[in-house]
């Protein structure tokens, strides 16, 4: 029972900073105070698969949700373009909160999928779905590891609607966190 509790009360500390996907609708968030310059042929330069690392993964996680201790070990989320339709999520990846005697941590999957058009440097994604699985609960206290339940998805930010820059290697989106303050995430392309 005791680690339920522990899994509940790290996504509620998780998800307190994070934001469903955008449908499209709202105000474009403005990640970036810099005016940035669209490519030549926008719409081109976003074609392809982009990566944010494990290390940006972390750097997002720590502004956007300043608690100490809580990371994400492990995964990379990938930002796909193809054509007019647009894949974000992770195959798997590990969320953790450092406790007491060891750590809490869920392995989950997610995938954001829709459409999206670009004009004059601004994105637009629409009929967006979402979907994301815990795959397991565990916790590792003074040197056992033992499974519990908790949470069956986690929401995490994603891309939003508003003014990008993409080069032939980065790709900057705006996006928003649970409380609506804005910021930027970063992709690198793969080649």
Request: proline share 6%; charged share 15%.
């Amino acid at each position: 029972m005791k680690l339920k509790i522990l899994a509940t009360g790290m996504l509620i500390v998780f998800l307190a900073a994070c934001s469903l996907p955008s449908t499209g609708t709202e105000e474009p968030a403005m990640g970036n105070e810099s005016t940035p310059v669209p490519a030549e042929n926008d719409f081109a330069c976003l074609q392809g698969v982009w990566e944010m690392s494990n290390t940006a993964l972390n750097e997002m996680l720590a502004s956007r949700v300043p608690v100490a201790g809580m990371s994400i070990p492990t995964g990379t989320f990938r930002l796909t373009f193809d054509g007019n339709t647009f894949g974000y999520g992770s195959d798997v990846f590990a969320l953790r909160m450092e406790i007491p005697g060891g750590y809490m941590e869920a392995e989950a999957i997610f995938l954001v999928s829709g459409n999206f058009s670009t004009a004059d440097g601004v994105v637009t994604f629409t009929d967006q779905l979402y979907t994301s699985e815990v795959i397991t609960w565990r916790a590792m206290i003074d040197g056992e590891v033992s499974e519990t339940t908790g949470a069956t998805s986690i929401f995490l930010p994603a891309p939003g609607s508003g003014t990008y820059t993409c080069s032939g290697t980065s790709l900057s989106l705006p996006s928003a966190s649970g409380t609506g303050e804005a910021f930027t995430m970063v992709f690198s392309r793969v080649p």
